[in-house]
């Protein structure tokens, strides 16, 4: 399968862009070295190269927590982490690249808690004891309303990655029960930017990026100026399993107009690419399946799918962001935006040992398309008042929006052939009987959903602040039944849901640079989950909304005379109105089962010396099913499959001299269950990251890292008869220029 636009991924344009990527790394060599700045020097002139500082500092990435930075996704009022009555992390470029996060999903895991994984058709994040439908994945803001939409993306193109944790509908609509992940990208500045990256790695890696901000009109004074900024990411290579190739492309443009009068407008439109030739699905679990599972080590690399299995995604982006600043105290925001996404599968996709594992059976043959199109409107404003003498902030706004998707199945469930576990050669996909090429559509599935929310801030003393939310929604549903129509399949259908969620929360700001917090949140869903590819069996059974409920209090401080600062949170969530399987009648669900977390989170952030900076952040959570049965069993107490209970990550870097910095991460994911009756586990594990960096002179810096250094063979994801394993150990080398 070719991808869809071949302009970006043709050899010439990509060879072009590397010529020009290592023009700029031999120009960047050419410079004499210089010393470090010091905090003495004056700071440098718009639109010219500053020197570098190379020591620590307290701002320096892995050291102290970005408490007092205004966060979009914990709040519409502006609000930093610290004020916001809410557990935020916000992971932040400079992190980015500290922690050599390839990707969105290297990101997600610098959050307190999350695991993550990339497993092609069932992306999953795991936030406060919550995956799939119930954890909202943003990108700038806007709710794509499809899980695998969130598959990882080159982190080039990010800015940051925003979360808040819990419900926390009433900011962005239905769902979000235990939490709200924001992607944001990176869009045109009024300062001029030039750089560049090379890198190169284990298993073929190969990658090129480029970052470019310019004046491209006016003379700088404001009105009349206007600045575009383009950031390219290509890469090739990187995948660690047998016969697999992974290619992907990412290019993201955006043009800053400023009109004067208080009014600018950004027109931004992103692009990307991924191709994946014959993916890794997952790995055979050996029999007995049961108690603590294994596999066969011979098999961690091999690859059971089709010899010309694919995934590819093409997907565009288009914003169209309007500000006007009327006043101080009034501001309007007007966002259009347009999300176009086109998905194709062609895969043997589950594969299992036989009972004396002497060969492994493959099935489950799938073609599939997902056809995408998301349309949108939000309108947001602000409003700095007072109610009396008190100071009271609000925010306000309207979202409007339609998402189409039809969805292109064909599937055969049987057994397409039986091979020796480690040597064995597979078909072409279209060899396999009942398998031909061609798309046939099953249903088309529009979500029409209009949305009015409001956000208020009040200081009822001068240091006690309550901050309030709450979000109502029409969501309509229509689908169209594009096959066979029968009894359980009938022409149309349709229905609407109407939750209304919020949130009430104080903060105390009771000394200096500490403060206390307690909140009440709300969340609410439709029980089919994802409303844009939910059957008619989903939404005619299930009438009722799915609702969540949280209770969270916490704490943020600096201590150590500011060389530290540090979060602390308790949470309790509740869902309740779960679908799940009704005890008289297997054929039947009833609204009946609940679903809790409970837990704590907790991130520290240290500058102990100049040279020296650690961060870490550690997640408890106990989930369980308050009530829910599955094959006419009870599951109440049980864990949920693939939540672990605690998660842990530490970072730390030294600076030996101004110019050679080494690193360390280490996480600890602790151990998950494969079934929901929890009869089969996976262990825990830990990963060592090591990084080596040496900055060449002030435009240049050379990065060596070696990921998952034990070579340790872990679980990304688990289920009752496969498992899908995480990178092996791999090592990279990057130079990064600015010119």
Sequence with gaps: MKPPFKNLSHPVFVASSLRLALA????????????????????????????????ASPDQPNSKLPLDT????????????????????????????????????????????????????????????????????????????????????????????????????????????????????????RHDLSEAQLRLGTDSLREASLGLNRRVAGDGQGSGDHHLRLDFNHREGGAWTEGTERKATQLATSLLSDFGGGVSHTLAYEYQDEQVDRPYWGTPLLNPVAGTLRIDERTRFKNYNSADGVYAQRVHWLRSVTDWRVSDALQWKNTFYVYDALRDYRNVETYVFNSDNTAVVRSNTLLQRHDQRLVGDRIDGSYKGQIGERRSDWSFGLDVSQNKQTRFPNSLSGTVSTVDPYHFETESFFSIPGMAPGFRPDRDNRVRTVALYAENRTALVPTLNLVTALRHERIELDLTNRREINAANPASYSRSYNPTTGRIGLVWDFAPGANLYGQFATAADPPAGILSTASFANVRDNSELTTGRQFEVGSKLDFWQGRGNATLSAFHITRKNIATQDPNDRNLTVLVGEQSAKGVEAGVGLQPTRQWAIQGNLGYVDAQYESFTQNGMSLAGKRPTNTPRTVLNLWTSYAFTPQLEASVGLRRVGAVYADAANTQSWPGYTLVDLG????????????????????????????????????????????????
């Design 692 to 739: 080596m960096s040496y900055r060449i002179n002030r435009n240049a810096q050379l990065t060596a890292r070696l990921r998952n250094a034990t070579d340790k063979v872990y679980a990304a994801s688990v289920r009752s008869t496969m498992v899908y394993l995480g990178a092996p150990r791999t090592a990279d080398l990057a130079l990064r220029v600015s010119f």
């Design 24 to 55: 700029a790394a031999l120009s960047a060599l050419a410079t004499p070295a210089v010393l470090a700045q010091t905090a003495q020097d004056p700071p440098a002139a718009a639109g010219t190269l500053s020197v570098v500082e190379v020591k």
């Design 70 to 189: 205004p966060v979009d996704t914990g709040s519409r009022l502006g609000l930093t982490s610290r004020e916001t009555p809410a557990s935020v992390t916000v992971v932040d470029r400079a992190t980015i690249d500290a922690r050599g996060a390839q990707n969105t999903q290297d990101v997600l895991r610098s959050i307190p808690g999350v695991t993550a994984h990339d497993a092609p058709g069932s992306i999953g994040v795991m936030y406060r004891g919550f995956s799939g439908a119930s954890i909202t994945q943003l990108f700038n803001g806007v709710d794509v309303q499809y899980s695998i939409a969130a598959r990882p993306v080159d982190s080039w193109i990010y800015e940051r990655v925003e979360a808040i944790g819990g419900p926390s509908s009433f900011l962005y609509g239905a769902g979000a029960v235990g939490g709200t992940i924001n992607h944001i990208t990176k869009l045109a500045t």
